[in-house]
Structures are given as C-alpha cells and as structure tokens.
Nanobody, 123 residues
C-alpha cells in the first residue's frame, strides 16, 4: 500500500510563502490524481489542488493564482507552492489520492490519512 506523507508547513505572515511536499512510499506514476486538501478544526476537509497524471492541474477558486501544484513521478513527490498567503489559509494540509467514488464524491483513498502539516498565517 502506498503511503503519502506531508511536510513543509509552518508559520508565516500574511503575504508570505510556504512550500509543502507530499512524499510517496511507492510508485505514483499510475495514480490518476494526487491532491492537496486542507481542514480547519470543526470544518470538513476541502480540496485545494489536484495534480492529474496527464499533466493537468486543478485548483479551488480560493487558491487560484496563489498556489501551484506540481508532480514529479520519478521523485515520488507532489509539491504545493503557496504564495500571497492569507490568514484564512490557516489549516492542516493533507495530501491523498482518490481511489474509489460514490457518485462524484471520493470515498476511498490510496493512503491512510496522516497527521498532515500545519500552516499558520498571521495577519
């Protein structure tokens, strides 16, 4: 089973930048999409960005123009470069890959959910 582990979070002032790294324990070249999610305590986890194996990238509206996702299958990593950070970006960030769906909702994921990496943006 492939495991995905997040790293790179931290504290930054509003307007600053952080880079997050998702590292896989095995091959990811055949994984259709690997995504970054975030969750604020008490809220549902939300999709931030997706790196599809055909090279396509998808972003949530609230990060478009500020975040960039990139995937390196050879290095087994997925990076999330975050710039112009805002206090509302404060959350725990996770990476994972949908592996099973109920309708349009992913319900099975490639990796067990890890602890994520905390991003804190101060105003």
């Amino acid at each position: 089973q492939v495991q995905l582990v997040e790293s790179g979070g931290g504290w930054v002032q509003a307007g600053g930048s952080l880079n997050l790294t998702c590292t896989a324990s095995g091959r990811i070249v055949d994984v259709n999409s690997i995504n970054w999610y975030r969750q604020v305590q008490g809220n549902q986890r939300e999709l931030v960005a997706s790196a599809v194996k055909n090279g396509r990238t998808i972003y949530a509206d609230f990060v478009k123009g500020r975040f960039t996702i990139s995937r390196d299958n050879a290095e087994k990593t997925v990076l999330l470069r975050m710039s112009n950070l805002r206090p509302e970006d404060t959350a725990v960030y996770y990476c994972n890959a949908p592996a099973g769906w109920r309708g349009e909702k992913p319900v099975v994921f490639l990796s067990p959910w890890g602890q994520g990496t905390q991003v804190t943006v101060s105003s």
